[in-house]
C-alpha cells in the first residue's frame, strides 16, 4: 500500500510570501503530524490531528502557521508571509491511534526554502 | 516541558566495531521511547519503541535499546556495525497516554566506513 506522501517536494519562494503544503496520510490513519526538520533545531513538532477532537497546535512557532485536515485525510499546512528562518524540510506523519504507543510513518518532506 | 538530548551529535566508526548511542529525556511521568532512523536519502523510519515490561528492546537491523528508568535513558546499541548503518538516529519521547506527539532530540549523524 502507498505510504505517507507530500507535495511539493520542493518550494522556492520569496520572503513575505504564502505558501501552502499538502500531506496524504496512509488510508485509515486517524492520526496526522507536521514536523519540521532544520538545521540545528532537529525534529520540531508543529500540529496533530486526532479523528474530530481539537488539534494539537503547541508546537506552532507562530500565528503566521496554521494547519487543517479536510474529511479526517489530506492535510494543509500554510505558511502566511513567510520569512527566511522558516526555511526547512516539513515533515508529515501518520499513524493509527494506539495511546501514543503506535509508530509514525513519516513521508518524503516538503524542503521549503525561503528567499 | 518534555526534552531529549542526544550527545553525539556525529560519530565515525569502522566496519565491525560496536556502536552506542546515548538518549536521555526529561519528563518526570511515564514515557513511551522511540528510536527512529533516516538512511541517506529515505523517510525517517522506526527502528524500536519502549513501552513498558522488558527494559531491553530489540529493533530491527540487530540495534537494541535499553531503559534505564533512574537514569532517564534510552541508549541505543549496536555489537557489530556495517556500512549501511551510515544514517542519522533520532531519539524521541511521548508522555504516555497523554499526547502522541514526540519530542525529538537533535540527531546523531553515523558514519560507517568499510
Known amino acids: 500500500g502507498a505510504g505517507v506522501s507530500q507535495s511539493p517536494s520542493n518550494k522556492v519562494t520569496e520572503k513575505g510570501k504564502d505558501v501552502e503544503l499538502r500531506c496524504d496520510p496512509i488510508?485509515?490513519?486517524?492520526?496526522l503530524y507536521w514536523y519540521r526538520q532544520s538545521l540545528g533545531q532537529g525534529l520540531e513538532f508543529l500540529i496533530y490531528f486526532q479523528g474530530n477532537s481539537a488539534p494539537d497546535k503547541s508546537g506552532l512557532p507562530s500565528d503566521r502557521f496554521s494547519a487543517e485536515r479536510t474529511g479526517g485525510s489530506v492535510s494543509t499546512l500554510t505558511i502566511q508571509r513567510t520569512q527566511q528562518e522558516d526555511s526547512a524540510v516539513y515533515l508529515c506523519a501518520s499513524s493509527s491511534w494506539d495511546r501514543g504507543q503506535d509508530e509514525q510513518f513519516f513521508g518524503p518532506g516538503t524542503r521549503l526554502t525561503v528567499l | 516541558a518534555q526534552s531529549v538530548s542526544q550527545h553525539n551529535h556525529h560519530v565515525i566508526l569502522s566496519e565491525a566495531a560496536s556502536l552506542e548511542l546515548g538518549c536521555n529525556y526529561s519528563?518526570?511521568?511515564?514515557?513511551?521511547l522511540f528510536w527512529y532512523v533516516q538512511y541517506p536519502g529515505q523517510h525517517l523510519q522506526l527502528l524500536l519503541k519502549?513501552?513498558?515490561?522488558?527494559?531491553l528492546v530489540k529493533g530491527i537491523k540487530g540495534f537494541e535499546a535499553e531503559f534505564i528508568k533512574s537514569k532517564f535513558s534510552f541508549n541505543l546499541r549496536k555489537p557489530s556495525v556495517q556500512w549501511s548503518d551510515t544514517a542519522e538516529y533520532f531519539c524521541?519521547?511521548?508522555?504516555?497516554?497523554?499526547?502522541?506527539?514526540?519530542?525529538f532530540g537533535t540527531g546523531t549523524l553515523l558514519a560507517v566506513q568499510p
Open positions: 519502549y513501552f513498558s515490561g522488558d527494559p
Open positions: 519528563y518526570g511521568g511515564t514515557v513511551n
Open positions: 488510508s485509515g490513519h486517524t492520526a
Open positions: 524521541a519521547v511521548n508522555a504516555a497516554g497523554a499526547t502522541n506527539k514526540l519530542i
